[in-house]
């Protein structure tokens, strides 16, 4: 089991409360236990991130990451990318998530958990959970890029992931003749009489085996590991399913002529085997785009309504969640058992996590509240309603670069001293500055950058997460050897430039040559 309990950690100019949890089963840690006032049963902890990175996407995160990983006292997710906050399905169990991405600590405070996560910033949902979750004193840290560059640093990302799919789809039709054995030698309905169920077990063993021969880590097909596991799942669900169409469909495009590259892309497209496609400009203003200007016009000026503080599920004094209750919620009740019935309505639960209440630990910790995009507040959900998910996010190109509406949904639920907004120019051109603006920011001590290059932040990166560049289509050089096409540039200025200026207003400053 797991308990979870703010602990006071000092810093360099206030003291700082970390989400630390502890798990009962393994060695114990007898001084941590009694901070968390729990049994000496207890082992070593592991804490949540105190500082955030979260985005924007291509904007400089994973080289904000690699540039902080030479800071001793900061700890990196064992995981790039951790997409907590913006994935439903890793949100369900984001404690366990969370806590089971950074290494334990031997001793209390010794160290600040770090994470980055770039489509936190374009997700409607993800500023509200972390600030509902994480630790009051918690770090956010933005990074932006001129959206333009941005836009077509993603635009060549996405290539270079086709440029991978597409190795991998030739190495598929090499092997066309064995894949296609594997499935049909070895065929496992689901009608199979009990009697024959032994037999069944050994043909569904069979598919597995020569599934792994082909697709697995040191199979024929070639390709980076995650797309290997996809697709050997992706086979086996195949073998699995009742409906055979889908074999049946991907079994034709396994008999298509390779020198057509283009169609075999979208016949393993549509049987949803392999789903990288080559971005076209033009096809996203006419989807993207024209969807964006009619749910959020550039000309719309948002009221900004300010957090003034955080209202942090594990922050809150168990008094003002009291008071709440006997004013607001369950004003009528005088005995336990009204106040049980009371907890029972979904409104008052959903207002009490709202307000960051335990309802006198009735409810384990953590509880869930928040899990679909329904639940975003404020008028920039509107803009775009299905952002609450990566998988939705990751979808979409234009909305990734209006940081504007992204960050009034963000300031509804982070007060603005906890979040820091830098320019991608700024790393790129100051660094050493820079970072000492976030060390400052989190209450660490600052470092002398200077005597670190770009290669030693790279080198520290890659021997972190080796597969990152080959697994994501990102590249250690950002800037693009291909060219924006001046039309294309035109275009993409044109469609941010009142976003931008409004943007420019709520921070108080200006990206001049954003424009």
Known sequence: SRQCSLVSIPGKHHARRQLCCVTTGAKPNAGLANTLGVGQSTSTTSCAPGIVVMGAQKGGTTALHSYLMLYKQLKPSRKKEL?????????KNWSGTLLSNFKP????????????TPSYLASTMACQRMATWLPPHTLYVMILRDPVKRFWSELQMKLRRVQQQDVTILSIMKNAQAIRECILNYPAK???????????RTATL????????????????????PKLAMLRRELESMKRG??????????????????????????FRKVKFLRESIPNVDTIFATEGQALESRCPASEEFEVEEARHV???????????DQLIQTSLCPECENQYCLENCFESAEVRHALFKHGCNIDGRIAYPVRPLTGPSDCEGPTCKCYPNAANFADISKNFLWRGLYYPQLVTCLRHIPRHQLLIIENEELRVAPNATLNRILAAAGLPGMDFSTFSWDDANDAFDSL????????GWSADGSSKTKIPDDVAQRLREFY???????????????????
């Open 206 to 225: 069979g598919t597995r085996n020569c599934i792994v021969m082909i697709f697995g880590p040191k199979g024929k097909v070639v390709g980076t590991p």
């Open 497 to 515: 430039r009142e976003p931008n200026e409004k943007l420019f207003k709520l921070l108080g400053r200006r990206f001049d040559h954003w424009l």
């Open 83 to 91: 997409h907590i906050w913006d994935a439903d399905r890793s949100f």
């Open 190 to 200: 689901p009608d199979h009489p009990a009697s024959t169920i032994e037999k069944l």
């Open 105 to 116: 600590q031997k001793h209390l405070g010794e160290n600040l958990a770090f994470e980055s």
């Open 311 to 321: 209202y942090s599920a594990i922050s809150r004094s168990q008094a003002s969640c």
């Open 465 to 472: 997460y080796p597969n990152f560049e080959t697994v994501t």
């Open 242 to 267: 009742s409906d055979h169409s889908r074999r049946d469909d991907f079994l034709r495009c396994l008999d298509m002529d390779t020198a057509d590259l283009d169609s075999l892309r979208q016949c």
